[in-house]
């Protein structure tokens, strides 16, 4: 039976690459027969990645069927990933996140998990000599993946081996860092076709704090003021998508990639309470600066209060 690749639900680059890099490494390395998958719909910056390097857009997927052997990527959360993950066949995990607990398996697993940037650079330095036979397009997209969860080395996420790496597979692919990942981050500031509930789900996940569900949203851009043009559509629908999710609230922050800060949108009482409580925020309307937080895993998430 093929192995499934996939990372988490609304896929963003880091879940649409990754799942082609191993893929590729299972099939043509080590003999196994692979298949990248997406939990849904690519965002505008993973399409670009698709076009640009020439790489098929990954089968859909809902859910798996018991017993299907499966690959995890830049995910290890149950609530991250289908339904019925707990009775397929977990084969591997190989992520850059917490442990969050609670995925089952049906027998010894290899799971590598390591605090960098990127679950791409964790597959470079796994893949090792081996990344000589690696196409020039497999190569992009692990190039785009790094650079996307970096955003081009301005994350506080970001390590010396993920700027290395990434430097590395550049020189090799005779690409400009800071021209590829402009037009990277064009294509993910290019929200004009998407509805607001599309655009609270598009970079989100789950997280319970203090009792209270979020759905933590997070839209990076070089053009926040395109995406806060939109911000009395963007409240208005929180209520119904929160609702919808099983969520208690849904927290949206606007990351400007260039100027290293975020913008929360504040649409009621509780989330004025979480950004004074998490952020030491002074909020007096509709939303509030965060400056130099730009990354949900290392400085959203873990300073979250209610």
């Known amino acids: 039976m093929t192995t499934l690749v996939f990372g988490h639900k609304s896929p963003d680059t880091d879940s649409t690459g990754s799942p082609i890099i191993w893929a590729w490494y299972l099939n043509q390395v080590m003999g196994v027969d692979a298949a990248p998958a997406l939990l849904g719909e690519p965002n505008t910056e993973a399409l670009f990645m698709l076009d640009h390097w020439k790489l ?7 859910d798996v069927e018991a017993d299907q052997p499966v690959v995890i990527v830049d995910t290890n959360n149950p609530a991250e990933l289908p339904a019925n993950i707990n009775n397929a066949d977990i084969k591997a995990i190989i992520d850059h996140h917490k442990l969050v607990g609670g995925l089952e398996t049906k027998g010894p697993i290899h799971i590598v998990m390591e605090p960098l940037a990127c679950t791409a650079t964790i597959m470079y330095k796994i893949i090792g000599d081996d990344m000589a ?33 990434a430097q590395a597979l550049a020189k090799d692919l005779s690409i400009d860092i800071a021209e590829y990942a402009a037009k990277m981050f064009a294509a993910k500031s290019d929200v004009s076709s998407f509805s607001e509930a599309e655009l609270l789900r598009m970079d989100s996940k789950e997280y319970e704090v203090g009792g209270k569900q979020f759905r933590v949203s997070v839209l990076e851009t070089t053009s926040p003021a ?8 963007l409240m208005a629908a929180m209520p119904g998508v ?26 009621n009482d ?3 309470s979480v950004a004074e409580k998490s952020f030491g925020a002074t909020v007096t309307g509709d939303t509030v600066v965060l400056p130099g937080v730009m990354s949900r895993k290392k400085q959203i998430i873990p300073n979250l209060k209610v």
């Not at 098929?56 to 809902?62: E, H, L, R, V, Y």
């Not at 190569?139 to 994350?155: N, P, Q, V, W, Y």
């Not at 999710?245 to 504040?266: P, R, S, Y």
């Open 133 to 165: 036979q690696m196409p020039t397009n497999i190569k992009g997209a692990m190039l785009t993946c790094i650079l996307s969860d970096t955003l081009e080395f301005r994350s506080p996420t970001t390590t010396q081996e993920d700027t290395a790496i």
């Open 56 to 62: 098929d857009k990954p089968q859909i997927i809902s």
């Open 270 to 272: 509780l989330t004025k």
């Open 242 to 267: 929160a609702t919808q999710d099983g969520a208690d609230q849904v927290l949206l922050f606007v990351v400007d990639i260039l100027n290293d800060e975020a913008t929360m949108l504040i649409p």
């Open 226 to 233: 395109t995406v806060l043009d939109r911000k009395d559509a």
